[in-house]
């Protein structure tokens, strides 16, 4: 496809993404133009637009929500650095949809954390604790899905461990809706014992702050 001068500008080596996302914020009838960098067939091009429209989404989210459809078409890209995206900017609209569009493709969505790809499970996982945050009549679904890590099959056991890793992250965002989960709690302390330090480390400092907030609630389960 034929590159616009926007499109020309994001994919200069050492382009200024962020100062392009500040324009297009202050001037949205862009947005199209990055949309349809992301086919462009020049890798500095498709992922300058990428990158832009990240921000964006961490930014204003609010003006990437109308192209959601676009966003939600990348979870199936054959190309993992666009699915990434997609995946990531997903999690970051979570606070906008209005519409509960995210509703009606969460289970597309948290396919990726059973494996096998590391990467794009860490990408949902993260993004996926985003979602149960700003949708909280989610977050029982969500934690079905991010609690199932320990049964996914990863190309290493290791791999998994570092997925369990990103879980811990994403149940810290949701201290208020699982401390008294009998299985996130089942789930933490079982990790206290993890092979990976780093992980140990994360499950016993999670592990207090969820008893903590917890004094003499019943637990469910």
């Not at 929500?65 to 993992?80: I, Q």
């Not at 990408?123 to 679904?141: C, F, M, Q």
């Amino acid at each position: 496809m034929t590159s616009s001068r926007l499109q020309a500008e994001i994919s200069k080596p050492g382009a200024n993404h962020a100062g392009v996302a500040r324009r297009v914020a202050g001037q949205p009838r862009l947005i199209p133009e990055i949309l349809n960098g992301l086919e462009a067939d020049q890798a500095r091009t498709k992922y300058g637009c990428l990158k832009v429209l990240r921000l964006l989404s961490e930014q204003r989210p609010e003006l990437l929500y109308p192209h959601f459809d676009r966003f939600a078409g990348l979870l199936d890209s054959n190309n993992n650095i666009l699915k990434w995206g997609g995946i990531i900017i997903i999690g970051n609209l979570a606070a906008m949809d209005s519409g509960n569009q995210i509703d009606r493709l969460l289970e597309r969505y948290l396919q990726p954390i059973s494996g096998p790809a590391l990467i794009t499970a860490a990408n949902t996982i993260v993004g996926a604790g985003k979602v149960a945050t700003a949708k909280p009549h989610l977050a029982e679904r969500i934690l079905r899905a991010l609690l199932q890590v320990e049964n996914a099959t990863y190309q290493t056991p290791e791999c998994r461990n570092v997925a369990i890793g990103h879980v811990l992250n994403s149940l810290a965002l949701l201290i208020d809706q699982v401390c008294d989960h009998r299985e996130v709690l089942d789930f933490v302390r079982r990790q206290t014992r993890n092979r990976r330090n780093a992980v140990k480390t994360r499950a016993a400092k999670l592990l207090r702050k969820l008893e903590k907030s917890a004094p003499g609630k019943p637990v469910s389960s």
